[in-house]
């Protein structure tokens, strides 16, 4: 069997000193209720810098500027619609927006706002998912 490998990027987004975090939707199939920063896949050919734009856009409505490499994390899962085991590297980028009035997508039930201090409370808690974990946990 091959492996699949896949990337995604994420931007983690502070405005006055708070980050932002989308609740997974309920229904979803993976992390449902769950905490995560805003991005996602990269399509084929797309340079992974338009692909945060374009994923920050559609989960929140924010037009963002990229400004810097965060972390890098592997999250490795299972796709949901082929069941096939997919190994992915994700891209935590630092990215500055010039608003924060979002408007979320069906993907999310919610967003926040958060400190530092609250998103280590979060973490501890066990209320993010698994790669936003790993993302703000810097090696």
Known sequence: M????????????????????????????????????????????????????????????????????YNVVRNDYTACKTSEQVKSIQLIMKVTCVSDEVKISEEHDEYGWFTRDEVDEMINDGLLTKPAVNAFTKN
Not at 24 to 38: L, N
Not at 43 to 57: G, T, V
């Open 2 to 69: 091959n492996t699949m490998w896949g990337l995604a990027v994420r931007g983690i987004c502070e405005y006055n000193g708070k980050i932002l975090l989308l609740k997974v939707r309920s229904k979803s199939a993976h992390d449902a209720g769950k905490w995560e920063i805003p991005g996602g896949k990269v399509k084929k050919c797309e340079y992974f810098d338009n692909a945060l734009k374009r994923e920050y856009l559609e989960e929140t409505g924010l037009e963002i500027d990229v400004d810097e490499l």
